[in-house]
């Protein structure tokens, strides 16, 4: 299945049925009179947020979603039938912004969250709604009430508990493999990731989804490389796993490069609680593996980890640490919900 987290898609909700124009004619009775019905609703247009999907792929092969029309009145006073709504199935943690990408019209964070994001128009009056005294045989009835129509913008952030950053090659993926049971593509040259991948890592009695994107480069806000579109996919991470190549000359710069990135995409991403740790050092000694990470310490990235996805060691010691920060996240929001909510 390809990975796709954007999409532009045309929604119309249903136009309400027609009143009907009707009088009664019965055999043996002397009065009769309008008896037309009203019509039926039309049809909504409902998001609804589902946790089996992690792609908006099928967004790509099918763009115009239009509910039913409301049935139309009939005589005897029947009222036409309301069109059932159109449920558009999403991704958990899909945002639908309007078309200037700016306005956030909904936020499918929780699956079986559903939204009526566009309203089915009212159906019309029948000639019945329209009797008086003074006119009791209208031949009025109005027409159902139009849709709403509009283009919406899809953007899926993937819900994750910790994220993955660093260049191109510091060993992301090789960590998500060795964490979990993801097996994204690993090979030796850059932007092997081209979209993010997500594991489920079991740890102690308990688990937590980690999710790793495409490597940074500098540069990457302007469109440098891959650029930083994915950064989407790590804004609902309660913490971030920094990974740098130990065996390259300038480790403070790369921790300094991811950082500037971070910093120019915004939306709070700097200031995430982050881990640091220092991957391949399975092919360093000792002594240069410490001078690395007093490099990256005075860098400012504060306590490092020393990690080799490949070999395993110090796996376990990041994990745990996710946890720790992991655990913390989640009774602060819990917290909060508690003393929001408190009357």
């Known amino acids: 299945m390809k990975f796709l987290d954007q999409a532009k898609i045309y929604l119309r909700s249903g136009d309400g049925g027609a009143g009907c124009v ?26 609804e947020a589902r946790d089996n999907l992690n792609t908006l ?38 945002e639908i912004l309007d078309d200037d990408t700016r306005t956030v019209l909904a936020d499918l964070t929780e699956p079986g969250q559903r939204v009526v994001l566009l309203k089915g128009g009212d159906g019309g009056r029948g000639n019945a709604r329209f009797k008086t005294a003074t006119n009791q045989a209208p031949r009025r009835a109005d027409p159902g009430w139009p849709g709403e129509e509009r283009w919406v913008r899809l953007r899926l952030k993937l819900i994750a508990d910790a994220g993955l950053v660093g260049l191109p090659n510091a060993g992301k ?113 000792d002594e240069l593996v410490a001078a690395q990470r007093a490099e990256v310490i005075a860098a400012g990235g504060g306590p490092v980890l020393a990690v080799s996805a490949v070999a395993g060691h110090g796996v376990r010691e990041v994990l745990g640490a996710l946890r720790r920060e992991i655990d913390q996240a989640r009774a602060g929001a819990a917290a909060g919900s508690d003393t929001e909510w408190t009357p």
């Not at 960590?175 to 030796?188: M, S, Y």
């Not at 490389?225 to 190549?245: A, N, P, S, Y």
Request: charged share 25%; net charge negative.
């Open 173 to 285: 993926s090789t960590f998500l493999a060795a964490a979990t049971r993801a097996r994204p593509k690993i090979a030796d040259y850059p932007f092997t990731t081209l979209h993010p991948n997500l594991g489920v890592v079991g740890l102690d009695d308990g688990e937590f989804v980690l999710a790793d994107i495409p490597g940074l480069i500098e540069g990457a806000h302007e469109g440098h490389g891959i650029g930083d579109r994915f950064l989407g996919h790590i804004e609902r991470c309660g913490v971030l796993l920094h990974l740098i190549d130990a065996t390259q000359n300038d480790v403070a710069g790369a921790y300094r490069t991811v950082r500037r990135e971070l910093a120019a995409y915004g939306h709070g991403l700097t200031e995430k609680p982050q881990i640091v740790a220092l991957n391949k050092c399975d092919a360093l000694d």
């Open 22 to 47: 009707s009088f009664r004619r019965e055999k043996y009775v002397e009065f009769g009179g309008p008896d037309g019905g009203d019509g039926g609703r039309g049809g909504d247009i409902v998001f």
């Open 57 to 94: 792929i099928d967004f790509r092969y099918r763009q115009h979603f239009k509910a039913g029309t409301g049935g139309h009145g009939m005589g005897r006073d029947r009222t036409g039938k309301s069109a059932d709504p159109l449920v558009v199935v999403v991704p958990a943690g899909t």
